[in-house]
């Protein structure tokens, strides 16, 4: 691991910029000895995989044929794929932040449903419980079987908006 800010790499984290030997070279910079272990003696692209302010990593294309010499395009297009694989990681985070929020809200439904009605106590968490089980007969995979005790979780979630007084009768 190498720290953001320590030598080139670090600085590229920092900056969120590309760079190649070619650059390092130009710009009279020196490569930290665990650098140079990693990147090799060719030459070689640095491109940071950062999304907004997110920084996900640096990937680092090495080991160029000895005669090859990054050229601008090819700079330029790999830092087009790098933003989007940024873009994709970051939406992958996103998702599952939502997904998250959407679980909880579910766990809320159903505790909301479980005070409203005294008298069936434990009955979404039994019913999940049983579905979960019940579904291992089935051979469902492991998806469908979260889906399945989720949705049982909150089976019942209409009686949210009916009286207690009849829910109780």
């Known amino acids: 691991r190498i720290k953001l800010g320590d030598g080139i790499i670090g600085k590229a984290a920092v900056k969120k910029l590309p760079f190649s030997r070619t650059q390092v070279r130009k710009d009279n910079m020196d490569l930290s000895r665990l ?13 940071p995989v ?3 302010n997110s920084l996900f990593g640096i990937l680092i294309l090495s080991e160029f044929a000895d005669a090859h010499l ?8 790999l830092s087009i794929l790098s933003h989007q694989a940024s873009i994709a990681i970051n939406t992958s985070i996103m998702y599952g932040k939502l997904q998250d929020r959407y679980l909880a809200t579910l766990e809320v439904l159903a505790s909301a449903l479980e005070a409203k009605s005294k008298n069936t106590k434990g ?5 999940s419980f049983y579905c979960r089980e019940f579904s291992k007969s089935l051979s469902l995979s492991g998806n469908e079987v979260e889906m399945l005790e989720r949705a049982c979780g ?16």
């Open 123 to 127: 009955h979404s968490q039994r019913v």
């Open 70 to 77: 990054v050229k601008d395009d090819e700079m330029r297009i």
């Open 35 to 47: 650098e140079r272990d990693l990147l090799g003696f060719g030459d070689f692209i640095c491109l």
């Open 50 to 52: 950062a999304y907004r």
């Open 154 to 169: 909150v089976h019942d979630i209409g009686k949210i908006t009916v009286p207690e007084g009849i829910l109780e009768k």
